[in-house]
């Protein structure tokens, strides 16, 4: 049995830490990477308070042929399955290689709504050889959730999985 829940009074950057541990421990030895971002996904939704929505999407070919992002494991509501590149904030993290901190969802243009709940979210991409080849995204009912803080956690959370996802 795996018992990773953390104390309710870490501050951020030490649960980002223990968080970043019980990822390392759960998905160094473990080639698959859909378990890797599956137990991944459990961690995130035990170690981070005030989620809705927390989980993978990742690159790969659409009818088109053009890269588009697919669903991955994640912890929530049934989300959607496939976001373009140029959609949502999901799609601008994956496209530009950068992080996405957004305050507010509905003043994000093209946001795309998964659960009505969502307010704010948290988009960091995964990258292997200097390539995109996913995202983690973390959803909140709370306006202004996620700061600084969270992003570099989860950029850390981010490279450590590059390879393993
Ligand atoms: N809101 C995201 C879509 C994914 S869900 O939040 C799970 C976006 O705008 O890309």
Sequence with gaps: MYDFKPDDALDTAERYRQLCDAADALTSDEPDAVANMANVAALMWEFLPDLNWAGFYRIAPAKSGADELVLGPFVGRPACIRIPLDK?????????????LVDDVHAFPGHIACDAASRSELVVPVTRDGAVVGVIDLDS????????????GLKKLARLLSGRV
């Design 88 to 100: 949502g904030v999901c799609g601008a993290a994956a496209l530009s290689g950068e992080t996405q």
């Design 141 to 152: 009912p709370s306006p202004g959730r996620f700061t600084d803080e969270d992003a570099s």
